[in-house]
């Protein structure tokens, strides 16, 4: 299923930990849709400003993925309003300062980010409807930073 020009329901919801641990990742009608406006409003803009495609290495996870993997039953994950992203042959530094000062978002996370190393890391970012925090951390060393720590 599509849930925008470039972006799939089976990219949202691959997960090796799913299939390891043999644990269902199927989101229901509203979930759907959140991943649908976060592509809308945030992937496929940011497709298009690099003109690359986006990676996900992490999108929609239920409650229980969510505990296999360490987080939250709560995360944006789990309502389909966020994903962990990077886009090869970009310094993710570069693309969450766009996503900072160009986008609507709703979290903007830069996670595991190692100074001089442009490509490590991910970025997490969300959308959701409804008043958009534009709440921006860093997440190192097992610790939430606020803003973009560079």
Not at 11 to 38: D, H, V
Not at 61 to 83: F, Y
Not at 99 to 125: C, K, T, Y
Request: with cysteine; hydrophobic share 40%.
């Amino acid at each position: 299923m599509r849930l925008s020009p470039n972006f799939t329901l089976a990219e949202f919801t691959a997960s090796a930990t799913a299939i390891a641990q043999r644990i269902g990742n199927t989101p229901n009608a509203a979930q759907i849709a959140s991943m649908k406006m976060l592509c809308i409003k945030v992937l496929e803009p940011l497709r298009a400003q690099f003109g690359r495609p986006v990676h996900l290495s992490s999108g929609f996870r239920t409650p229980k993925l969510c505990l296999a993997v360490g987080s939250s039953v709560d995360s944006q994950h789990a309502r389909g309003e966020a994903a962990d992203i990077e886009i090869p042959g970009i310094d993710n530094v570069t693309v969450a300062r766009f996503i900072r000062d160009r986008m609507a978002f709703d979290q903007l996370i830069l996670e595991n980010h190692v100074r001089g190393q442009p490509n490590s890391g991910w970025i997490h970012v969300s959308y959701r409807d409804g008043r958009l925090r534009k709440d921006v951390l860093t997440y190192s060393r097992r610790t939430y930073f606020k803003g973009l720590l560079v």
